[in-house]
């Protein structure tokens, strides 16, 4: 067997596509949980996506006359209007359906940014060491001594509030998570048979990380990603409550119990219903994510 052969054979073998999908059946047979959390995350979807033709109003359109009439089922509700106005005659149901799309929006973009910066970072701090792995940790040290929430209200306050502003602050400060814990799983890897066999054969020190280390470190990414996905939902509507986040103008579920925190009493579907979004669409992520690592976990495969 030649030397090229023997370091490919040594690395890790990927499971097959059908042991995949094998994978996830038997997970989701196991975990009826996940069932109903992609069931919701499903829905969420597609309400964020197709918003403007399910929202029955403009979510910014305002009449004062219908001012605080509460859901369908109370007394005194205005017809069209199923789940109540707020403080200003708009419909809360058309401001829940579009603050999806928002949240997602956020939630998404950037923990995709964050991610591509911390894994790029992990991958070079744990594979080259010495004074790239001291820069950057100390970057993260000096980042986590800073509370995110924190650093990021103080740069929206100098440049503003603005929806890609929330995604690059976001993503910019999310970074440390996927970082750590990048450097650990190459650290452990960067010895093993398979990335010596690599490196003898000619390989490039792009190809070793992009190609035998980056594969092997998909289930913890895949359970950050997961968690951090349903943390960025929660800091942008944070952010909204606290009126710096994305501007007044665009319906958004933090907006939107900043605006109800004060009818609790007299409107309190305002707050709720918003509220009720975030907890609903950041737990099914997490389920989700729970099953998800499960089948991304090479030993999954084994069992």
Known sequence: ?????????????RPAPNTMRHAIRRALRRNHAAKVAI??????????????????????????????????????HEPGYPLGTDMLGRDVLSRVLYGTRISLLVGVASTLLSGVV???IGLISGYYRGWRDQVFMRLADIQLAFPTILLALA???????????????LGLTGWVSYARVVRAEVLSLRSRE?????????????????RHLLPNIVAPLVTIGTLQVAAMI??????????????????????????????????????????AAIMLTTLSI????????????????TK
Do not use: C
């Open 194 to 210: 398979f990335v010596v066999a690599a490196r003898a054969i000619g390989d490039s020190d792009r190809q070793i990380m992009t």
């Open 155 to 169: 740069i929206i306050a100098v440049l503003g509030p603005s929806l890609w502003f929330v995604i690059l602050v």
């Open 286 to 301: 997490n389920v989700t994510g729970d099953m998800l690592r499960d089948v991304a976990d090479p030993k999954a495969y």
């Open 39 to 76: 069931g919701v995350l499903t829905l969420v979807v597609v309400v964020g996506v197709f918003a403007p033709l399910i929202a029955p109003h403009d979510p910014n359109a305002q009449n004062l006359t219908l001012k605080l009439r509460p859901p369908f089922w109370s007394a005194g």
């Open 118 to 120: 911390g894994t790029a």
């Open 1 to 13: 067997m030649t030397t090229a052969t023997a370091g490919r054979a040594s690395a890790p073998a």
């Open 234 to 275: 929660i800091a942008e509507a944070s952010l909204g409550y606290l009126g710096l986040g994305v501007p007044p103008s665009i319906p958004t579920w933090g907006g939107m119990l900043s605006e109800g925190q004060l009818y609790l009493r007299s409107a309190w579907w305002i707050a709720v219903f918003s509220g």
